[in-house]
Each structure stands twice: as C-alpha cells, then as structure tokens.
C-alpha cells in the first residue's frame, strides 16, 4: 500500500512537472512565434518578432523587445509586455488576461494592401473582431500614428483601464487616460469614459476630463466609412482666459469666467455647430459657428453669438503660424458682462483685428475701431474711430484716434513705449473735458471744458506738457472762472517741475472776490516757483503781484498792490513770509497751520503799516499803524463794535 502510494505521489510531481514546464513560455518561444505569424499571415500579412520570453503561464509572463511589421509597411514596437492569464477562462471560453502592460509603444500603421480600396474597413477590424477577448487591467504608454487618420497622428498616450473584444467592437473603459500631440502643446486627460473602435468608426461615449486644462463633459464620434466625417457634444466648466494670454499687452482684463457648450459636426475640412456661452456676470448668449479647415490656416467663416437684444458676429482667418485677422461687429454689446468689475457699455460698430499669437501669448495686435456706445453718458453719444498697433511693447497711432462725447471731441496721435514708459501723445481737444488734462497732471481742475492742443512727452512717471488752450467754465480749489487761456510748457523733474506758462484769465470770481480779467506769468524751477506778474482787474479796482514761491515753504513778494474803492495798498520793500505744512495760498484756509508774515510796510493811501503776523483761525503779532481806516484792520475789531475813523498806534 505504502509502495502504491509513493508510486502515485511520483507519478503525481512527475506530471505537475511536466504541465509545469509545458506551461513555461520560454520553453514554446520559437513555437509560439512561428504560430502566431501564421495565424497573422493569415490576417493581413504581419509578422512577429521577441527578443526574449520569460514567466510562467499561471502566473506572470513578460516579453521583451516585441516587433509586428507589415507588407505595407505598418509597424508596432513595444519596448517591453508584461501579462498575467486568466487561464481557466482562456482554456475553456476564450483568451482572456488579468492584466496587460506594454510598455514604450510606437506605431506607424498604414491600410493593408487588401482593403486598400475598402471605405468601410479599411484596417480589417472585423477580422480582428471575429475573435473575441477580455483585459481586465491594460496599462499602455507609448505613441501611436496612423497618417491617414489625420486625428490620430503623432499621439502620445499613457492608458490605464480594461479592454474588451466582441463581435461588434473594441471596447475601452478608461479609467485613466492621457493624450498629447506631440506636434503641438494640445492634451488630453479623461477619467471614467469609454471608447469604442468599430470598423471604420471611433465612439467616445460619456466624455469626462480636461482638454488643455479645460474640464469636459460630452461626446465624440468620427468614422470614415464613406468621407470623413466627426460629431462633437461638449459642455465646458467654467473656464478663465490665462493672464499670460494678455501678460505682453498694456492693458489686461480680467474675463469673466465662461461656462461653454459646443455642438459641432465636420468632414474634417468644415467644421458647422452652435455654441451656447454664459457665466456669473449675466451673460447668456448663443449662436452658430463656421469654420473652414485649410493646410496652412483656418478660415473662420462665421462666428455670431446673440443674446437678448445684444449680438456678437466675426470672421477671419487664423493661421497656424500664429497670425490671426478678423472682422467683428457689435450690436448692443455691454462689456460689463465679459470683463469683472468694468463699466456697462452698448456698443455698437465694427473692430477690425489683426493679431499675432505665438506661445497661447498674444504678442502683437493691430485694431482698427468704429464705435457708437450709448450707455456710459446717459444723455451723450460716444464715438471711437480710428486704428492703433501695439509691437514689442511699442503703441502706435497709425491713424488718427478720434473719441467723441456728444458735442466733446479728442483726437490722439502719437507714440507710447510701454517697455521703457515714454509717451509721445498728441491731443487735439474740441470742447473736451478736463479729466484728459489731469491723468497727466499732478494737481486736478474739478471742471471744465478744454479747447486747443495738448502734446505730451517724457516718461510715465514724470511727464511733459506743452499746451496751447482755452479752458471754459473752470472749477480749480476757490477760482471759478469762466474762462481762460493756458500757454505753456511742464517738465515734470520727480519731486519739483521746471518750465514756463502764461495763463490769460476772463470773467471769473476768488472766493468772493469777483474780477473782469487777468494775467498770470509763471516760472517753475527746482528752486520754486517764480510770479513773475501776476495781475486781476475789475473795473477800476485791480491787483499785482509778483515774487517767488520756494519748495522750502519759504516766499517773498517783491511787489504788491492793491487798490479797491478809494483804498490803495501797496509794499515799500519785500514782504517775506513762511508758509506751514498744508497750507495753499488759493485757498486761504489755515486752520491749525500758519502763515507767518515777516516784519513788512505797506503803504496804505496816505498812512503806513508796518509790523509782523502769525496766521492761523486766530492771529498773533504786532502791528504798528500810522493814519489808517478802520476798515483796513477790521479783521482785529469785533463783530458787536463798530467804529469809523483813522487808526494810530
């Protein structure tokens, strides 16, 4: 009995050594490969090349340096084959693996020579589907190219998911799926789809991931049964354009986040569909888009977006160069439901647009504008024409930009360069508004209009002003004027301006002082300001004064007259004075800071005042009066008393 045993036990490892070393690869490699090139023979003229087989077929199996070649020159390379059998279902249902890795895939694959003719299985798929098969795990990374089918060409890939063969189609559930042409900076990302191969069609059903960053939900279908022909279903996230896309431009919006839906069919030369746009802002707009695909560029035959009473239309060409020209026209356009925190706008008219756009950056732009906007001056039409180019950082005016609010009108020539910040701007004002006057000025008028020509140069920081203007209905700190005329030039030096200007003033009113005319010659200097005249009249009553101003605070007037009403003032030497820190001379409002008056004369009609003051909302000094009105020092007399007369003491 015991003999029995052993002898069965023997035999027993005997026969598991043998199915053991049978089920061993290595020992069947030429076998297995002369087999396999004949069954591939059989199906299209492959041939099958290994290197080296190791493993074992209940358990893992790999293969290194795998080739398959073509007649017609088709090709398939895997660096390295790692697999695991499902054994029991490949002996007894069909070929089945627990996983399949290949790893450094290359194709280059071409239609067989024996459906070379054949539209609607051109790559013999059905023969490949006659059998069928299971991966429960492929892993694939590599690049596949298959010229002619111009979407799959140069595609670099890395698969994870499961793989399927039936009578109908091949079958990928993707878990984890990246693609990339290596061509272009275009990729690819999907999770939890599925993507069907079926003679002549491709089907990718329930889309999920991110196309260049762009998260996608959707469908995709392309065949080439008869022509070429590709259906795409695609909701877009909420998307931002980059600020790298503006990065090289003086100005950069910031878009609104866009939310997009895509409907679009095409043979692969026109592209025909809808697209629906919306966002936060209140943006809902939708409309119908055209494109023309060309060997060198892409003709945009028609882009028109509507939405409410508002409409959008374009077309262009772009070339795959990176240029890009178009013709935009708008209808009611309001920017504030693009672009965050801008102003409501109607726009109306045509932007004419040439563009260069070389790494997803836009780098060089030339616009022409004619434009009627409605909105922004409720009771006053805007108008823009005119065309500027902006190159290597460099502005340019090519013609004339003429901005017009109803009765107001600027035109700008010039120059501006952004990278060194240098203006060279020239403003042809027609009853304009003042604001254009202070962005490049330091102080600020509060109103008014501007006739004449403004020219600016320098840099942004510190720009200079020649001017030639008439300036009506002026608001400026206590002067209301209803006129005046401003000569001159300002050269902006950092902390101080040097240059000259005269100011030819008409009817107007200081504080509450009112006069008919005036003239006002100015120097500027590091030092100061010079008044070299300065003179107001009004009727037979005027005022002079000359002197000059220093950056210290520190002043002097060396001649000063006033006469007004029977009254006549004027200095007998120079009156030094000390202004504190805030204090304006315009505006005489001291408050807490002083004025300080250094011992001074004035010649008063036929009497003299002589002394030295301190200013503030109170007064403090010492003054010595020689037969002077009351009226002159009434300031000092309180408001309960009134007295007339001639003052000595």
């Known amino acids: 009995m015991k003999i029995l045993k052993s002898t069965l036990s023997i035999i027993s490892i ?28 059989q199906r299209g ?11 074992h077929l209940l358990f893992n199996v790999s293969i290194d340096s795998l080739y398959l070649s073509n007649r017609n020159s088709s090709n398939v390379s895997i660096s390295k084959v790692d697999m695991k059998l499902n054994f029991f279902k490949s002996l ?11 790893t450094d895939l290359t194709t280059n694959l071409y239609r067989s020579s024996k459906s070379i003719d054949s539209k609607s299985d051109p790559f013999e798929l059905k023969s490949i589907l006659e059998q069928k098969m299971s991966i429960d795990r492929l892993y694939i990374n590599g690049m596949i190219s298959i010229p002619e089918i111009k979407i799959i060409n140069d595609f670099v890939f890395d698969f994870d998911g499961k793989f399927h063969i039936d009578k109908n189609s091949i079958d990928l559930d993707v878990n984890r799926l990246f693609v990339s042409l290596d061509s272009t900076e275009f990729d690819m990302q999907l999770k939890d789809s599925k993507i069907s191969l079926l003679p002549a069609k491709i089907v990718c059903d329930n889309l999920n991931g991110n196309i260049d960053s762009l998260g996608i939900r959707g469908q995709f279908i392309y065949s080439w049964i008869d022509k070429e022909e590709m259906k795409i279903d695609l909701f877009v996230d909420k998307y931002e354009i980059p600020k790298t896309f503006f990065e090289r431009l003086p100005l950069q919006p910031k878009f609104s986040a866009l939310e997009t839906e895509v409907h679009i069919q095409s043979d692969l030369k026109t592209f025909e569909g809808n697209i629906t746009l919306s966002n936060d802002l209140g943006l809902n707009t939708s409309g119908n888009i055209s494109l023309t695909n060309f060997e060198n560029f892409i003709s945009i035959d028609e882009v028109k977006l509507e939405g409410e009473n508002a409409s959008l239309s374009m077309n262009g060409i772009y070339q795959k160069n990176g240029q890009f020209n178009s ?36 780098q060089e732009i030339i616009l022409t504008m004619e434009l009627i906007e409605n909105k922004l001056y409720k009771d006053r039409q805007v108008s823009i024409i005119g065309t500027v180019d902006y190159v290597n950082n460099y502005l340019n005016i090519e013609e004339p930009l003429e901005l017009s609010i109803g009765k107001s009108k600027i035109i700008v020539t010039g120059a501006s360069n952004f ?24 102080d600020s008028l509060e109103s008014g209009k501007a006739t004449g020509n403004l020219s600016v140069s320098g840099t942004f920081e510190d720009p200079d002003l020649n001017a030639e203007l008439v300036l009506d209905d002026i608001k400026y700190k206590n002067f209301i004027l209803e006129s005046f005329e401003f000569f001159g030039n ?17 009817n107007g009113k200081w504080n509450d002082e009112s006069f008919e005319s005036g003239v006002v010659d100015l120097s500027y200097s590091k030092e100061g300001i010079e008044i070299q005249s300065a003179e107001f009249k009004n009727n037979m ?57 250094k011992p001074f004369e004035f010649h008063v009609n036929d009497g003299i005042i002589t002394g030295h003051l301190s200013l503030t909302d109170e007064v403090d000094g010492l003054l010595k009066v020689s037969n002077v009105g009351t009226d002159i020092i009434d300031f000092l007399i309180p408001d309960d008393l009134i007295i007339n007369g001639q003052v000595f003491g």
Not at 14 to 38: A, C, E, G
Not at 96 to 102: G, P, T, V
Not at 346 to 359: F, H
Not at 490 to 506: E, P, S, V
């Open 327 to 362: 013709s935009i026209k708008l209808k009611d356009f309001d920017i504030n439901q693009w672009i965050v925190d801008d102003m409501p706008t109607d726009l109306n008219g045509q932007l004419d647009l040439e563009a260069n756009i070389i790494e997803s950056r836009l």
């Open 490 to 506: 300002l050269n902006k030096k950092g902390d101080y301006t040097i240059g000259n200007c005269q100011l030819r003033i008409g």
């Open 541 to 597: 009553d005027f005022f002079q004064l000359s002197g000059f101003l220093h950056s210290n605070g520190n002043g002097i007037f060396n001649r000063l007259q006033i006469a007004t009403g029977q009254r006549y003032i004027i200095n007998t030497k120079p009156v030094e004075f000390t202004l504190g820190e805030g204090v304006d001379l315009l505006q005489v409002d001291l408050g807490e800071n002083e004025l300080i008056l």
């Open 14 to 41: 005997i026969i598991i050594t043998i199915i053991f070393v049978i089920l061993t690869p290595s020992f069947w490699k030429n076998r297995i490969q002369d087999q396999l090139n004949k069954q591939l023979s």
């Open 92 to 102: 007894f249902a069909y070929p089945s693996l627990k996983y399949l890795k290949l």
């Open 419 to 442: 990278k060194d910040e240098i203006y060279n701007l020239d403003f042809d004002l027609d009853n304009a508004d003042v604001f254009i006057i202070n962005n490049f000025w330091s």
């Open 45 to 55: 003229d492959w041939e099958v090349k290994f290197h080296k087989l190791n493993g």
